[in-house]
């Protein structure tokens, strides 16, 4: 069985930058003042809907409640000003349209010494004088992926996490599953966002590899199938993509995808620039893809089985219930 997802026509990214230094002349700074690899395509896309710029005096910015944590969150409050930078563009242009705003915005926060503010991943990205900054080749890794870990009932949040480390551990009778892990940031690509769930609470850290994995994984194909695929055209419904259902990683079966409780009842939802919500913004009541490890990638993962008897060598281990259920 194949899960299938419709792909938007475009998707937008957003990058804030806080500063305190008054943003006078933006058009001396970009395109002429960012690195070399993203230059030229910057002073072809300004002033299109693919690179837009626009500065605003924070107490009138529609930026200052994005979902940071609460130091981040301070520090985009009490700047005084915000510059933002916006790029929508048609999804087989991706990833190289953010790419391209990114590296615009990585030159502004220079220039002001602000701090650059990923809204969709929930992360600030820093600047490093003896970094590389927006280099020309895309690797997810180069803080495109943010996650969420929380607990799925916060009413009632478990403190066995805090057990686990104290030496209980979280394989232990009565273990947790309620850790929620999901993935931040691939729906600007035109790629559902994953969760994965039903971890225990000391696994958070693991579960966050798990979910690096698997995004790789899936978004170099779906980039590979951007380049050759249909294009967006004006007819509906949207072109849609499938997916294998078992995922495989290094010639092993790694994991298993589900798009939801009922398959058969169309594909996942994605949120694109038409939903109306503020570009760059995650969005709780879009589609997910879900995941859950297969048997064999968990034993050779850092999540590792509780076994019968305590033997690790077992070929065919058990599920633990507080581990692998998706």
């Known amino acids: 069985m194949r899960i299938t997802y419709p792909v938007p026509a475009q998707t937008s990214s957003v ?28 002073r072809d896309a300004l002033g299109t809907p693919r690179l837009m710029l626009e500065a605003f005096r924070s107490a009138r910015s ?14 985009v409050r009490r700047a005084r000003h915000h510059v933002v930078v916006t790029s929508t563009a048609p999804v087989e242009e991706q990833p190289e349209a953010a790419q391209v705003a990114r590296a615009a915005a990585r030159g502004i926060a220079e220039a002001y010494h602000g701090t650059l ?24 890794g180069d803080d495109w992926l943010g996650w969420r870990v929380s607990c799925a009932d916060e009413e009632h949040a478990c403190g066995l996490g805090a057990a686990a480390s104290a030496g209980a551990g979280a394989d232990a009778d009565g273990g947790c599953s309620c850790l929620v892990t999901t993935s931040r940031g691939l729906r600007r690509f035109g790629l559902p966002e994953i969760t994965l769930t039903g971890l225990a609470c000391a696994h958070s850290l693991c579960a966050v590899t798990v979910l690096r ?3 790789e994984s899936l978004l170099a194909g779906h980039l590979a199938w951007l380049s050759t695929g ?26 298993v995808l589900s ?68």
């Open 62 to 75: 529609p930026w200052r409640r994005m979902d940071l944590n609460a130091e981040d969150l301070r520090r």
């Open 230 to 255: 249909p294009r967006r055209r004006t007819e509906m419904p949207p072109p849609c993509r499938g997916v294998a259902r078992r995922l495989r990683v290094a010639g092993m079966d790694y994991a």
């Open 259 to 326: 798009g939801g409780a009922d398959l058969e009842s169309g594909p996942v939802h994605i949120p694109g620039a038409e939903d109306g919500s503020p570009p760059g913004m995650p969005d709780e009541e879009s589609g997910l893809l879900r995941v859950r490890l297969t048997p064999a990638a968990a034993t050779r993962s850092c999540l590792r089985l509780r076994l019968p008897g305590g033997h690790d060598g077992n070929p065919h281990p058990r599920h633990s219930p507080g581990l692998l259920v998706a």
């Open 15 to 42: 990058f804030v930058v806080v500063t305190d230094r008054t943003p006078t002349d933006l058009s001396s700074i970009v395109p002429w003042r960012m690195g070399p690899s993203h230059r030229r395509a910057a």
């Open 213 to 215: 994995t698997v995004a």
């Open 117 to 140: 503010y990923d809204p969709l991943t929930g992360a600030a990205l820093y600047h490093c004088a003896e970094c590389p900054g927006e280099r020309r080749d895309f690797h997810l």
